[in-house]
């Protein structure tokens, strides 16, 4: 396939000299070095290993939970109770 690609100047100096060196067209090189890209590329996106959060055992709960939001805004009352009791 034939497409046409901008390369920056120093880039363009860099892989003429490189295919020079190397006895290839600069085709090969840049389809070489593209794919050598791509296989990072690839590498860098594999997910790692999945996390798993360790669980235990906590026994039964000490206090009914069913009225959660009661027993929250009770405990939030004392507080202020004794916010306001250390302010005198």
Do not use: C, H, W
Request: glycine share 6%.
């Amino acid at each position: 396939m034939r497409t046409t690609v901008r390369i920056d100047d120093d880039l363009m100096r860099d892989l003429n000299e490189r295919a020079r060196q190397e006895g290839l067209s600069l085709t090969k090189l840049i389809n070489r070095v593209l794919r050598q890209g791509m296989g990072a590329l690839r590498q860098a996106a594999k997910p790692g290993r999945l996390y798993r959060e360790k669980t235990f055992r906590m026994g039964q709960p000490r206090v009914d939970l069913t009225k959660a939001l009661a027993l929250a805004a009770s405990l939030e009352d004392s507080e202020v109770r004794e916010k306001l009791a250390r302010r005198k």
